[in-house]
């Protein structure tokens, strides 16, 4: 399936959505991922080498229940004929994935408090319909996370608290300007739908790519852009760059499920993935950590909790607020009224 059929696929699942009064953008754009991503999951579990297999849809133990994922699975799950309990079944099941200790952390971050709100199985039975001829762990892995980031690009019109998607085309120049590279952290502390990560991901990625590898690609949006595979990397730096490089913070939970599922789609899904709120509200452990490389678009409006104690030096009317997780960059901020 080429990347112009995959759009096409995207177009007409948002459509339905649409047409069954699924509206709100930060709405229909989770609950196609759900389905996605519930597809992409039968699909990573049968691409497994033989013996090292983890049983995702198998009947697992959580809090002492026994819970059997094999009703979710994409095959099985699509080929009931009755669509109310097809429906039922995922609204019952889809959030216990956020539980389960086969899955990555950003995985279970996805699924974790999962809610359907497919209106009815008529809906969801044309849903999966478009969705189940694609085999999506086939498409290429560019494709498939540049796709997502165009879905994800709808979030762009939540215009209230502050919710901005960042142009791509300047995260990457951003990006190119501080240069994060291999063995430093990366952290977004206001991360969106994770574009930031994704620039710094591609980034470092690229700078340890040898020259015949480095591919141009054109982008959703026209742009051609260069991607590279890491080829140079030696296996410690792989991990790092795949665990330890990269942190993402956001207090929606919706957009720290859309970064989730990004950071999935594009190898780095055991990095810290955090829901918090890096300004505002009480201390946490990562108010302690720096990072070596700081990429974000900060919200600069909307409301917000009272700073915390940590990040604030008191100046009469104002005070100046150290930005989170780096100690040598401070920002003026005036106190509100």
């Given at each position: 399936?080429d990347?112009?059929s995959?759009?096409s ?8 959505m649409?047409?069954s ?6 709405t229909?754009?989770?609950?196609i991922?759900y389905?996605l991503f ?20 198998a009947?697992?133990k ?5 819970v059997d994922?094999?009703?979710?699975r994409?095959s099985?799950?699509t ?9 039922a079944t ?5 959030p216990?994935?956020g ?12 699924f ?6 497919i209106?009815?199985g ?13 085999h ?9 996370g540049d796709l997502f ?7 762009g019109?939540?215009?209230k608290s ?6 791509r ?16 952290t ?5 991360c ?19 020259p015949?590898f480095?591919r ?9 852009v260069k991607r ?9 730096q ?8 990269i ?8 957009f720290?499920r859309?970064t ?7 190898g ?7 829901r918090?709120d ?17 990429l974000?678009?900060?919200p ?7 700073p915390?104690?940590s ?6 009317d104002?005070?100046v607020?150290?930005s989170?997780?780096s100690?040598s ?5 005036h106190?509100?009224p």
């Amino acid at each position: 399936m080429d990347t112009t059929s995959l759009q096409s696929l995207l177009k007409r699942l948002c459509k339905l959505m649409w047409e069954s009064n699924v509206t709100d953008p930060l709405t229909y754009v989770t609950q196609i991922a759900y389905l996605l991503f519930l597809k992409m999951l039968e699909e990573m579990e049968a691409d497994q080498p033989k013996g090292k297999r983890r049983a995702i849809f198998a009947t697992v133990k959580i809090d002492g229940e026994k819970v059997d994922f094999d009703k979710l699975r994409w095959s099985l799950l699509t080929s009931n004929p009755d669509n109310e309990r097809m429906l039922a079944t995922l609204r019952d099941l889809l959030p216990k994935l956020g539980l389960h200790p086969e899955l990555s952390p950003a995985a279970r971050s996805i699924f974790e408090d999962a809610r359907i709100m497919i209106p009815d199985g008529a809906t969801l039975r044309r849903a999966v319909d478009l969705i189940s001829p694609v085999h999506l762990l086939s498409e290429d892995a560019d494709v498939k996370g540049d796709l997502f980031e165009t879905l994800s690009s709808d979030l762009g019109q939540q215009k209230k608290s502050a919710q901005f998607r960042t142009p791509r085309h300047l995260i990457r120049v951003i990006v190119e300007m501080v240069n994060p590279t291999i063995g430093g952290t990366v952290c977004d502390s206001a991360c969106g739908t994770g574009g930031f990560l994704i620039g710094a991901w591609e980034h470092i990625l690229l700078a340890n790519t040898s020259p015949e590898f480095v591919r141009e690609v054109v982008s959703p949006w026209g742009q051609t852009v260069k991607r590279g595979v890491g080829d140079q990397l030696k296996p410690s730096q792989w991990k790092f760059l795949q665990q330890g490089t990269i942190h993402g913070f956001d207090g929606e939970p919706t957009f720290v499920r859309m970064t989730a599922m990004n950071a999935l789609l594009h190898g780095f899904d055991y990095s810290p993935i955090v829901r918090r709120d890096s300004i505002g509200g009480g201390e946490d452990k990562w108010d302690e950590v720096q990072f070596d490389f700081i990429l974000e678009n900060p919200p600069f409006s909307g409301a917000a909790l009272s700073p915390k104690r940590s990040l604030r030096v008191d100046k009469g009317d104002k005070y100046v607020r150290r930005s989170p997780q780096s100690a040598s960059r401070w920002t003026c901020w005036h106190r509100a009224p």
